[in-house]
C-alpha cells in the first residue's frame, strides 16, 4: 500500500524564522516519485518539486530546500526565513511507477506571521 | 508551457439540478486527466482518472452515476456532478499528466455549492 503522512497539521512561525515541513511516505515500489505542491488561500496548487527515487540529492532553491532520505522514507521541506507570503497549506505527494495518480499527504497548514 | 485550465472557479447550484465542470490541457495534449476532491482542511482525494477515448476508473466510494466523466478529446475532460445535494458541495480539482515524468499540473479548482 501507498501512504504520505505529513504528521504536522498546523506550523505558526514568525517572519524570518526557518520551518521544516515534514513527510513520511510508504511505497512498495523501488521507482517512485515524490512531489511538494503549495496550496494558497485562493485554492491552486503549485508545483514546488519533483523528486525520483533513483535521486537523493538534496536540492536548495533559494528559500526552499528538501531533503530527501531513503533511508527513513522521508522528504522533508525547510523553508528558510520564512515570509508572510509563505502562508498556505503544502502538500507532499507520491506517484509511483504504474502512474495511476498522486497520492497526497493530509497536508500541513503553515502559518507565518509579521 | 503545461498549463490546464479549469472553468467554471465558482458556482451555486440549486439541490437537485446537475454542474459540469471543465478540465482543459491548453498547451499540451493530456492522454490521462485525473479529478479530485478537497473538502474545507482536508487532503486531496483522487475521485477518478481519465483516459483520452475511454471509460473512466472511478475510486473505490465514488458513484460514477453521480460523477460523470467524459474525456472525449486530449485537452478536454469534464466532470458532471448529477442530481447535487447539499453534501456534494466541495472544491474539486482537475490535474492532467504530460508524458509520466513531468510534474501533473493542476487546474485551479472548482468550488461547488449546493443550495
Known amino acids: 500500500a501507498q501512504k504520505v503522512t505529513q504528521a504536522q497539521t498546523e506550523i505558526s512561525v514568525v517572519e524570518k524564522e526557518d520551518v521544516t515541513l515534514d513527510c513520511v511516505y510508504e511505497?512498495?515500489?523501488?521507482?517512485?516519485?515524490l512531489f511538494w505542491y503549495k496550496q494558497p488561500p485562493s485554492g491552486e496548487l503549485v508545483f514546488l518539486i519533483r523528486?525520483?527515487?533513483?535521486?537523493?540529492q538534496n536540492e536548495i532553491s533559494g528559500r526552499y530546500s528538501w531533503n530527501f532520505q531513503k533511508s527513513t522514507s522521508s522528504f522533508n521541506f525547510t523553508i528558510t526565513a520564512s515570509q508572510v507570503v509563505d502562508s498556505a497549506v503544502y502538500f507532499c505527494?507520491?506517484?509511483?511507477?504504474?502512474?495511476?495518480?498522486?497520492?497526497f499527504g493530509k497536508g500541513t497548514t503553515l502559518s507565518v506571521s509579521s | 508551457g503545461a498549463v490546464v485550465s479549469q472553468h467554471p472557479s465558482r458556482v451555486i447550484c440549486k439541490s437537485g439540478t446537475s454542474v459540469k465542470i471543465e478540465c482543459r490541457s491548453l498547451?499540451?495534449?493530456?492522454?490521462?486527466m485525473f479529478w479530485y476532491r478537497q473538502f474545507p482542511k482536508q487532503s486531496l482525494m483522487l475521485m477518478a482518472t481519465?483516459?483520452?477515448?475511454?471509460?473512466?476508473?472511478?475510486e473505490q466510494g465514488v458513484e460514477k452515476d453521480k460523477f460523470l466523466i467524459n474525456h472525449a478529446s486530449l485537452t478536454l475532460s469534464t466532470l458532471t456532478v448529477t442530481s447535487a445535494h447539499p453534501e456534494d458541495s466541495s472544491f474539486y480539482i482537475c490535474?492532467?499528466?504530460?508524458?509520466?515524468?513531468?510534474?501533473?499540473?493542476f487546474g485551479s479548482g472548482t468550488r461547488l455549492t449546493v443550495v
Open positions: 511505497t512498495r515500489d523501488t521507482t517512485y516519485y
Open positions: 490535474s492532467a499528466r504530460q508524458g509520466f515524468v513531468r510534474p501533473l499540473t
Open positions: 523528486r525520483n527515487s533513483f535521486d537523493e
Open positions: 505527494a507520491l506517484f509511483n511507477q504504474a502512474g495511476t495518480a498522486l497520492i
Open positions: 498547451d499540451f495534449q493530456a492522454t490521462t
Open positions: 481519465s483516459n483520452e477515448g475511454s471509460k473512466a476508473t472511478y
